[in-house]
């Protein structure tokens, strides 16, 4: 079955460090990724997505690439804040259709 | 306006009760959708509606039924629940249900079963 997978669970850093998040993918090529961004209690929001034949986007200190060869996504946040501190998910869509399915999320935690 | 707005934010109900979730939006999007979401897990897809008509029904079980009475506006009627179901309901919309297009959430609403 198609899967998408974020192998931390907790990434913790210190401020001013690059953050770098995982999304694995298997069983199938989705056409393109997205970024979601959530906080304790509240719904996600959209950071990013990137499509197949795109090798790399950039949003502000964010940026996201995406390799169809190892099957994998990386999300990285540079010079990061402890403002950043949430869970970070990757997302893909399945079919043709906008039905999400959502990787477990990388809780991280930016410390002064 | 880029908000999705639910209805309530916190509910708590008995396994007898029925009450609705309420969601809106006013982006023009044509897809709307409605997620489970249980603690330290992602969310989860429940019902997909496109152009105001159910597209994706993702096994749920009947107490829950969805309903779209205009391209604004997304109910979730609640019946018969079951403290399994205590959850954050988040509602989202994209602007079609197909293509490369990002999903706005509300901001949920808390469910307790009780």
């Known amino acids: 079955s198609q899967k998408i997978e974020q192998n931390s669970e907790a990434l913790n850093i210190q401020e001013g460090k690059t953050a770098t998040l995982t999304c694995n993918y298997t069983?199938?090529?989705?056409?393109?990724l997205q970024w979601y961004r959530q906080d304790p209690g509240r719904g996600p929001v959209f950071l990013l997505l990137i499509r197949e034949n795109e090798k790399e986007k950039r949003k502000e200190r964010l940026k996201v690439t995406f390799d169809t060869t190892l099957k994998q996504s990386l999300f990285h946040i540079t010079a990061s804040q402890p403002a950043d501190s949430a869970t970070y998910l990757c997302?893909?869509?399945?079919?043709?259709?906008?039905?999400?399915?959502f990787g477990a999320g990388t809780r991280l935690a930016v410390h002064p | 306006d880029t908000e999705v707005t639910q209805t309530p934010k916190h509910l708590v109900m008995g396994m007898t009760n029925k009450k609705s979730l309420k969601c809106e939006q006013h982006m023009g999007h044509r897809a709307m959708y409605w997620y489970k979401q249980k603690a330290k897990k992602p969310p989860e897809l429940m019902f997909v509606y496109s152009y105001e008509k159910l597209s994706i029904n993702e096994s749920v079980p009947s107490r829950f039924s969805p309903e779209c009475p205009n391209s604004s506006l997304l109910n979730l009627h609640l019946h018969a629940l079951q403290p399994e179901d205590s959850a954050l309901y988040l509602c989202a919309s994209s602007e079609v249900d197909w293509g490369p297009y990002e999903q706005y959430f509300g901001p949920g609403t808390r469910l307790t079963v009780t």
């Open positions: 997302a893909s869509m399945t079919g043709g259709y906008n039905k999400l399915i």
């Open positions: 069983n199938y090529s989705p056409a393109y």
